[in-house]
């Protein structure tokens, strides 16, 4: 408080004598923004942006160990077309096979869909190059993406790192928030032990993920695990989890829902105390009933929300490691390995680049599904429920 | 307490009364080793146990750090390419040693082992002075553990069956098969005929070189069986492999339903919960088998690798019968190559140390290899150490003091003896990045083929082309020159 008369009294000095050197205070307080600013900005670089650029320096070399030392020796774009053509393109991308029939709907419609915007946009007034241009790409990579998914679940094909995440981060984060927003709402209601149950929802998402894997890897174990004499009871001694890729990939999913539903559900619990009680006593006397009341009341105050945890899931879903390595190590085959789990299975034999290198079209695809959500989906969700 | 415990703690005494005259009292005061090795409870165990009887004889103090098996060898590198020098010895695999030796990190120990008398260097046996500690002329790790993959069979399973112990792989699937299903520990569920450990990321990724050695190696140890000794081309795209691959595939019929997402701590859990009609393991089922609170203590046997009758021919990439010319160290007809797997947890030094705290380094790992600490150890399942030394397989008090019969020692030291002393051994590989070629490669493209992602021959020609891929990328001349000293090493005792 008694700076601030100095400061403008140095100010109102300033001004009555503009050939005046500034004081020493005036001129530490303008450098002040800077100066406290700096740290944070020396951490990020040195944290963040540094490591991001080695790592892409990393995805472009070859990493080895020499007598004394280790030598990175650039390479260009080798890593990447190993990845997407090479030796690893199975590995990455999956094995192709012919699409089946029961896809062509489904991609037809996508296809259709996505052309309509497509003409939609070029038909409006306010179209733009660059717009036109980032809608193409958009096109193109999506109708690669359900292609690539379409071929690699069909027949003899086999989905790759890049689908089995896919499949992780869609099948979960559906699942999430289905069971989040059910178990939210069951705790809007009055029901007797609503705080006990609050506490109960979310002590999975306590629990660290290695913990969890651990717990699942038990649990899923069916020769020694404690669920064993359950199996055994109900005549099913011989089941495993990790007999087929569909079995290990719902078991995956089964452990990442359990733990990350309780982030959905607070969340969601969060936004559905906040809608206006007033609006739904308004409903109610207009004789809405329980389902008008949720789509038409409930639904359009949560759609905000919904999209924003929705994406901070997908984001996150795209990371997912610790379930698949240690339930499944990523088995049986390749059926459970998520591209996190490739990166690091190639940086722990110091294959760094490689390893830089699926990370990097981690990033990419991340960035991608993330702006198409905020850019497109979340947009016309919005739209729609309001 | 029971009798082994009693013996265990008795000869400890005894060794640190006796040890404590060779290393002066607070030699080390104040030097804090930190060891770095796999999460246990084995290997780990008995460097944690010997730990306080070391610090009250020389002050040092000893942190035993471990890390999941699949980041071990990372970790070590990462900890000294860095600089950060977080550990002072290591506990690892020995057919690492190339990429911790050439960039630096690890300590000579030659001249330790040289005026270290207590560690009966002679007394260790050819092969692990060899494989497992020597690089280049010099020796840089202290052996701690010996291994070779070995067949165990249930005694009384066999004997009701009216069957022998497998001598080939067919035979092996036909006992499989023969005791699939039949309640082996009384509890009234049917037991299985075979277990592996086949997990992904684990330790399964030996077991199919194991069963092909047989096929692939038939001229002795110095031919090699991972690849061409003259043009480093993969031993792996012919049909004695694949072969090899439809055997191990075949064995999924007669093992737990989850066989492919159990590592072999599960399987050994289930050995000795009698559950399993025969097994293909390291030598640690041996002292399992006899611990505390096993269902077939006196009811395991040991065998070396099963061989085949037909072996791969080089020169014509075909299978042809055994005779003297194809299979020149045969047993009736049967081309055995004991697969020496892992070739056993050895102990190293950081270059990176301090002068004394690499000679207390060294001093512990000596410590525990000692024949006082380890001739005890190598008895004890949970240790996770087998016999490497020549006084353990000579003398079996130590072995019938740990729980085993006379007949039951016998037998499984034999079992090991008999790999061992095999001129038709096979080494494990030891080039530059081998868990490029086995920790990510094979385990990968076995684990794709057991769960039909691919058929045999599919994954044989993967294997082939990305082991290619990887020896042309690190070069090619480098990596022969470093796999033809490998296969220079003689097996024997």
Known sequence: MQAEPQRLSAAVGAMGTPRERPSIWSRLDAASPSVLLMPTVVIVLALSIFP??????????????????????????????????????????????????????????????????????????RRRIFGLVMRLLTLVITGGAALLIAATLSGTGLPGTLVVTLIFVFGSVALQYGIGLGLALLLTQNIAGKRFFRIIFLLPMMITPVGIGFLFRMLTNTTQGPLGPIWIAFGQADFSWVESASSARLAVIIGDVWQWTPFMFIILLAALEGVSRETIEAGLVDGANRFQLFRFIVLPEIVPVSTTVILIRLIETFKIVDMPNILTGGGPGTATESLTLHAYNSWRALDLGQSSAIAYLLLFTVTFVAMVFVNFVRKRIIQAFS | ?????????????????????????????????????????????????????????????????????????????????????????????????????????????????????ALAWEDVGQFFREFSSTYEGSVYTIPLDGDFHMV????????????????????????????????????????????????????????????????????GTSQGGFFDSETLQPLVNNPGFIRALEIYKATNAFGPADELNIGVGDTRGLWVAGRCALTLDWGDIGSLAVSEGSMVNGLTGAVILPGSTEVLDRATNTLVPCDETTCPFAIDGVNHAPFAAFGGWSGGVSAAADPLVKEAAYAYLSYVSQPAQSNIDVTIGATGFNPYRISQFEDLQPWLDGGFTQEAAENYLGAINASLSSPNMMLDLRVPQNARYQQVVLDEVISRYLADELTAAEAAAEIEMRWNEISDELGRDAQLAVYQATLGIQGGN
Request: glycine share 8%; proline share 5%; hydrophobic share 45%.
């Open chain 1, 52 to 125: 991001l650029i080695v790592s892409l320096y990393l995805s472009l070399s070859r990493f080895q160990f020499v007598r004394g030392g280790f030598q990175i020796t650039f390479i260009g774009f080798r890593n990447y077309e190993k990845l997407l053509f090479g030796s690893e393109q199975r590995h990455f991308l999956g094995r192709i096979a012919a699409i089946e029939p029961i896809w062509w709907l489904p991609l037809a419609l996508l296809g259709g869909y996505m052309a309509y915007l497509l003409f939609r946009y070029v038909t409006s007034p």
């Open chain 2, 152 to 219: 165990y069979y249930r005694i009384d399973v066999l004997e009701q069956l009216g069957l022998e112990p497998p001598r080939t792989w067919d035979e092996y699937l036909a006992i499989a098969e023969a005791a699939n299903g039949q309640d082996m520990n009384g509890d009234g569920v049917g037991d299985y005929g075979s277990c592996i450990a086949k997990k992904r990321a684990e330790q399964g990724y030996w077991f199919i070189s194991s069963i092909a050695s047989g096929f692939i190696q038939t001229q």
């Open chain 2, 1 to 117: 307490m029971k009798k082994q415990h009693l013996i265990l703690f008795l000869t400890v005494l005894v060794a640190v009364f006796a040890t404590s005259a060779v290393f002066a009292q607070d030699q080390y005061a104040g030097v804090t080793i930190d060891v770095l090795t796999f999460t246990g409870p084995q290997i780990a165990e008995p460097l944690q146990r010997h730990a306080p009887a070391f610090a009250a004889m020389t002050g040092a103090t000893i942190n035993v750090v471990t890390v999941p098996f699949a980041d071990l060898y990372q970790s070590i590198l990462t900890d000294q390419a860095t600089g950060t020098n977080s550990y002072e010895a290591f506990v690892f695999a020995p057919q690492w040693m190339g990429d911790y030796i050439v960039p630096g990190y690890l300590e000579n120990l030659s001249p330790f082992v040289e005026a270290d008398e």
